[in-house]
């Protein structure tokens, strides 16, 4: 499982308000505290104003690189600003995103990173949604992911870069919203086996009481789906006892080495006696 650390990122109250100081001690920790948990890239989102998300950016890229060495995946729904940021880190990571989104340029998005990118090692976050939105149903979100998977083909990027995110709705709001994001995924990895698939996972709880609840449940389900990657928050312990579970019971943790590693290393946090 390719794990996405979420927790530097502006969306969230925490560490808006630690970016709003320059509290640079808790961003240090917390990018420091999702290596530990064998975060595999680390998200930085600014979630800021765009006249400051430039700078924003850079402090935060700063401060992680400083902290750590797990590569980073540069957040920002302006393909620009990820294309400013890639002379600002030390080794290729993820752009997170991609879209068929058409720009004031009449470039999709997907047209401006990938010919900057097409020469590199660099991969992508690719989000099945257009101009016309995020689309409930899963024929669309593959008609989508398959233009996008086809365009980098074009431009020389191997489908092993791609991390297409079907973009799980709020269960709040949309009953279905698991059963199209699954179904998406196995209709996409059917046709294109050799993509990787990724989630905002925590997006699926938003306005939901007991979020851990289905957070949990959601990443044991996409990931029986084909889901190999999450944006997720990897120094939660329900997440990875959750994660190292699922995945031992899939079979993909031969002699279940790797949940037994985990347990011992205190990842699922404090164990009774």
Same mark, same amino acid.
């Given at each position: 499982?390719? &794990?996405?650390?979420?927790?530097?990122?502006?969306? &969230?109250?925490?560490?808006?308000?630690?970016?709003e100081a320059r509290d640079e001690a808790y961003i240090r920790l917390i990018a420091k505290a999702q290596a530990e948990g064998n975060a595999n890239y680390l998200d930085i989102c600014a979630g800021t104003a765009p006249d400051?998300?430039?700078?924003?950016?850079?402090? @935060?890229?700063?401060?992680?690189?400083?902290?750590?060495?797990?590569?980073?995946?540069?957040?920002?729904?302006?393909?620009?600003?990820?294309?400013?940021?890639?002379?600002?880190?030390?080794?290729?990571?993820?752009?997170?995103?991609?879209s @068929?989104?058409?720009?004031?340029?009449?470039?999709?998005?997907?047209?401006? &990173? +990938?010919?900057?990118?097409?020469?590199?090692?660099?991969?992508?976050?690719? @989000?099945?949604?257009?101009?016309?939105?995020?689309?409930?149903?899963?024929?669309?979100?593959?008609e989508i992911a398959a233009k996008i998977i086809d365009q980098a083909a074009a431009a020389g990027i191997a489908p092993e870069r791609i991390y297409i995110d079907p973009l799980v709705t709020t269960l709040a709001t949309k009953q279905d919203s698991l059963l199209n994001f699954t179904e998406a995924v196995k209709l996409i990895g059917?046709?294109?086996?050799?993509?990787?698939?990724?989630?905002? @996972?925590?997006?699926?709880? +938003?306005?939901?009481? +007991?979020?851990?609840?289905?957070?949990?449940? +959601?990443?044991t389900l996409a990931m029986a789906a084909g889901m190999d990657s999450a944006i997720m928050d990897p120094t939660s312990p329900d997440m990875q006892a959750t994660l190292h579970a699922t995945e031992a019971l899939l079979g993909k943790d031969e002699y279940c080495m790797e949940y037994l590693t985990g347990y011992r290393a205190g990842l699922f946090g404090a164990q009774p006696a």
């Open positions: 499982m390719i &794990i996405i650390g979420e927790k530097i990122n502006g969306f &969230i109250p925490k560490t808006l308000a630690a970016i400051v998300e430039r700078e924003t950016m850079e402090w @935060l890229i700063g401060l992680a690189q400083d902290e750590v060495e797990t590569p980073l995946c540069l957040d920002s729904s302006d393909p620009q600003v990820l294309l400013d940021m890639l002379q600002r880190v030390k080794k290729p990571g993820l752009l997170n995103s991609v @068929l989104e058409v720009g004031d340029d009449g470039r999709t998005k997907c047209e401006v &990173i +990938f010919s900057a990118i097409a020469d590199t090692t660099w991969g992508v976050v690719a @989000l099945t949604c257009d101009n016309k939105g995020i689309p409930d149903d899963p024929e669309v979100k593959f059917a046709v294109y086996p050799r993509v990787h698939f990724t989630s905002g @996972l925590s997006n699926i709880s +938003f306005g939901m009481p +007991f979020r851990k609840a289905i957070n949990t449940q +959601f990443l």
